[in-house]
């Protein structure tokens, strides 16, 4: 059964290798992909409302003819206007974020559409704003035609395909295979919660009878099967970790003794309150023989990398070695250097292994860490790289752990710690500059001890952060050139890297060659963004790290790291599109010279009030745990965790984290039956098994699954 789940779309009843190819870009690859592409939201078809009976305040349905649609102006402002209507009677829609070919291939004349949103009155003309569209075939206006339910599904845009396509490739998969789906709840939860077969939950939302409300017993049951697997997986992974050969990092055995004491008589500054109870819970974990597995979690700027040099001049005075992985060559460089000025006062020795070391200092440099005359390696995922041996590997820091996989992590923990003890483990410590919620930590990093630094060293400048809309764009220019005519940097970043079909949106590619022809046309404005290889992405921020670009064109791969002290502007494009968490993190990329630093949140228009609320909180606030916070109670635990920080796991279903106390209940159900069934054995066990090894084995390193 769970193999029948895996089958390529390709090769599913009327799709093919052409439109399987299609539905990948949208990451719909699988059968049980299509399963959890579960619909946005449905239109209740029964209750579609004439023109002359629409309520004004109201979200409602309206199924018509365009009869006139095109651009016009309200004073400055740029509107995209149809008008939709049938007998005598019309609706004015209006859209103020457009792209204007879109909206007239889309709007043509005669087009029937439906059309779903609030309903309001300008003078006598009744109004939508910014509705949501679908366009419909003739099959389907009005009363459905047979065959089609009265509560249809609407799925999130496939380019190029209308929802009827969508729905019928979906109504085919599950009517197929949706009764094949094997879930992993134990029967007594299921009964003990009220919750549905995992096949007939698929069922009842994507070919509903009636419109399922927000806490359906259909959602609730793939939330909590998706939670209660997970968890488990969590808890054997813990179990197993704890259980493990570590080292017990006394302090003693090594060529140097009193490392921490010298380099604390190094640092200009005492570290904070919260620095030092992470370093002593740190100092506890490498104290004992099983290995450490800690989340230190710190803002922008709180001082991490210093505590966890700390907890590198323990494993070094324990005669170990230690290793620090970053996620790009430039961040590796950027560790190296603050380090290296403290390393070699204190006498240790370091080594910097990157992808593109010339040859000789490669094989120079790699001698030295396999014969244990270096101390501290920093580096790449180059260190995971055949060939690169340590000689007593006691201790593996990884920044950023999001920007790693699983077997990277686990390759980097398997390399030399044997020749300390067979069969041991080395301790690792994750650095992550995304602060989470603590209500969400013990859950979601169930596997890991999270130590928090929750407090700024002081006499920091905070970046003096403002909301502005789009008639203000040209002073926002202005702000920037002055900027730049005083000699610094400054970042502008989009959402996008090029111009897309589906939304509305500007785009890094296209308004950076704008930008340089146009508005910056005396400065050199430097391209940045995901698809680039990283080699380019590395050459693009050397460049501007050594002023040879002016204004850095970006999506958000900027949004780990690097320190250019002369950066000390930002302007974020469609900032309502970000998650504030993300916002923080981006911001953080100015401000970090002592010089003062502005953050320019550009936002286009929005009927959502949720949105300027969550920008307001940017504005006010510099604190990123009370950002996270506020972001956790505005779009709730699934939309704060959807962006993936700091390794959480990536959910199947958009809602997991939508309800907490759903999370507290799978997370006991799942402590519980782990408890009772430490091996997962029996019928029901094995099933369980083979369903946390189908979703979770890569993603969490259960070696003792199967």
């Known amino acids: 059964m769970l193999a029948a789940l895996a089958t390529p779309l390709q090769y599913c009843k009327g799709i093919g290798p052409k439109l399987g190819e299609r539905l990948g870009e949208k990451g719909l690859l699988s059968v049980e992909d299509v399963l959890y592409f579960l619909p946005l939201r449905y239109e209740d078809r029964s209750s579609i409302k004439k023109i002359k009976d629409l309520v004004p305040g109201v979200n409602q349905t309206v199924c018509a003819k365009v009869l006139?649609?095109?651009?016009?102006?309200?004073?400055?402002?740029?509107?995209?206007?149809?008008?939709?209507?049938?007998?005598?009677?019309?609706?004015?829609?209006?859209?103020?974020?457009?792209?204007?070919?879109?909206?007239?291939?889309?709007?043509?004349?005669?087009?029937?559409?439906?059309?779903?949103?609030?309903?309001?009155?300008?003078?006598?003309?009744?109004?939508?704003?910014?509705?949501?569209?679908?366009?419909?075939?003739?099959?389907?206006?009005?009363?459905?035609?047979?065959?089609?339910?009265?509560?249809?599904?609407?799925?999130?845009?496939?380019?190029n395909f209308h929802q009827k396509t969508a729905r019928k490739i979906v109504r085919s998969v599950v009517e197929e295979y949706a009764h094949k789906s094997v879930g992993g709840l134990p029967d007594d939860v299921i009964k003990r919660h009220r919750l549905m077969d995992i096949g007939a939950a698929f069922c009842a939302l994507h070919l509903p009878t009636a419109v399922p409300v927000a806490d359906s017993s259909a959602k609730k049951s793939l939330v909590f099967d998706e939670l209660f697997v997970m968890e488990l997986g969590l808890a054997?992974?813990?179990?197993?970790?704890?259980?493990?050969?570590?080292i017990a990092h006394t302090g003693h055995g090594g060529r140097l003794t009193r490392l921490e004491e010298a380099l604390r008589g190094l640092l200009p500054f005492k570290l904070t309150?919260?620095?030092?109870k992470a370093l002593a819970e740190i100092k506890q974990d490498m104290a004992v023989p099983h290995p450490m597995n800690r989340l230190i979690q710190g803002d922008v700027g709180s001082g991490k990398t210093i505590v966890a040099f700390m907890a590198v001049l323990r494993t070094i005075e324990s005669g170990c070695q230690a290793a620090i992985m970053a996620p790009t060559e430039i961040l590796a460089e950027q560790h190296y250097l603050t380090i290296h000025r403290y390393a070699d006062g204190l006498g240790i020795k370091t080594a910097?292994?990157?992808?593109?070391?010339?040859?000789?200092?490669?094989?120079?440099?790699?001698?030295?860490?396999?014969?244990?005359?270096?101390?501290?390696?920093?580096?790449?995922?180059?260190?995971?790289?055949?060939?690169?041996?340590?000689?007593?590997?006691?201790?593996?820091?990884?920044?950023?752990?999001?920007?790693?996989?699983?077997?990277?992590?686990?390759?980097?923990?398997?390399?030399?710690?044997?020749?300390?003890?067979?069969?041991?483990?080395?301790?690792v410590l994750i650095m992550t500059a995304t602060p989470i919620p603590r209500t969400l930590c013990m859950s979601v990093f169930g596997d890991l001890d999270v130590s928090i630094i929750d407090e700024l060293p002081p006499g920091r400048i905070p970046v003096e952060t403002h909301i502005i809309k789009e008639r203000d764009r040209v002073r926002a220019y202005e702000l920037l050139r002055a900027e730049l005519e005083s000699g610094n940097q400054c970042y502008i970043v989009y959402p996008l890297v090029e111009e897309s079909k589906e939304l509305s949106l500007k785009d890094a590619t296209s308004m950076s060659e704008h930008l340089q022809r146009d508005v910056f046309a005396e400065?050199?404005?430097?391209?940045?963004?995901?698809?680039?290889?990283?080699?380019?992405?590395?050459?693009?921020?050397?460049?501007?790290?050594?002023?040879?670009?002016?204004?850095?064109?970006?999506?958000?791969?900027?949004?780990v790291g690097v320190d250019v002290p002369s950066a000390t502007a930002m302007l974020i494009e469609h900032a309502e599109r970000f998650g504030l968490a993300q916002l923080h993190q981006l911001r953080g990329r100015v401000?970090?010279?002592?010089?003062?630093?502005?953050?320019?949140?550009?936002?286009?228009?929005?009927?959502?009030?949720?949105?300027?609320?969550?920008?307001?909180?940017?504005?006010?606030?510099?604190?990123?745990?009370?950002?996270?916070?506020?972001?956790?109670?505005?779009?709730?635990?699934?939309?704060?965790?959807?962006?993936?920080?700091?390794?959480?796991?990536?959910?199947?279903?958009?809602?997991?984290?939508?309800?907490?106390?759903?999370?507290?209940?799978?997370?006991?159900?799942?402590?519980?039956y782990i408890a009772h069934n430490p091996a997962l054995q029996g019928l029901e066990g094995e099933r369980i098994k083979k369903v946390l090894k189908a979703r979770w084995e890569g993603r969490l390193a259960l070696a003792e699954i199967g």
């Open 591 to 672: 401000g970090r010279g002592g010089k003062r630093s502005v953050c320019l949140l550009l936002a286009a228009w929005t009927p959502s009030e949720d949105t300027f609320r969550r920008l307001k909180v940017i504005e006010e606030s510099q604190d990123g745990f009370r950002i996270a916070e506020e972001d956790l109670k505005i779009r709730g635990p699934g939309s704060f965790m959807s962006t993936q920080q700091a390794g959480a796991p990536d959910f199947r279903t958009s809602f997991a984290l939508a309800d907490l106390t759903i999370l507290k209940k799978a997370r006991d159900e799942a402590l519980k």
């Open 236 to 246: 054997m992974r813990r179990a197993q970790l704890k259980r493990e050969d570590g």
């Open 68 to 159: 006139a649609a095109g651009e016009t102006r309200y004073g400055r402002r740029k509107v995209f206007e149809a008008a939709i209507g049938e007998a005598g009677e019309f609706v004015s829609a209006k859209w103020v974020n457009y792209r204007l070919s879109y909206m007239k291939a889309r709007l043509k004349l005669g087009q029937a559409v439906m059309l779903h949103g609030p309903v309001t009155r300008f003078g006598y003309q009744l109004e939508m704003i910014h509705p949501d569209v679908e366009i419909v075939d003739d099959g389907e206006a009005g009363q459905p035609s047979v065959g089609l339910s009265a509560v249809m599904p609407v799925y999130s845009q496939i380019e």
């Open 523 to 559: 400065f050199k404005v430097g391209l940045l963004h995901g698809r680039m290889k990283a080699s380019e992405k590395e050459g693009v921020m050397r460049e501007f790290k050594a002023k040879k670009i002016d204004v850095l064109v970006s999506t958000t791969v900027i949004e």
């Open 352 to 427: 910097l292994i990157t992808g593109s070391m010339k040859k000789a200092a490669r094989i120079e440099a790699l001698s030295a860490v396999n014969s244990g005359s270096v101390d501290l390696i920093i580096g790449t995922h180059a260190l995971i790289q055949k060939g690169v041996d340590f000689a007593r590997l006691g201790l593996v820091i990884i920044d950023e752990q999001h920007r790693f996989g699983v077997a990277q992590r686990a390759a980097l923990r398997t390399k030399g710690a044997d020749n300390v003890r067979k069969g041991a483990s080395p301790d």
């Open 273 to 276: 309150a919260a620095q030092e």
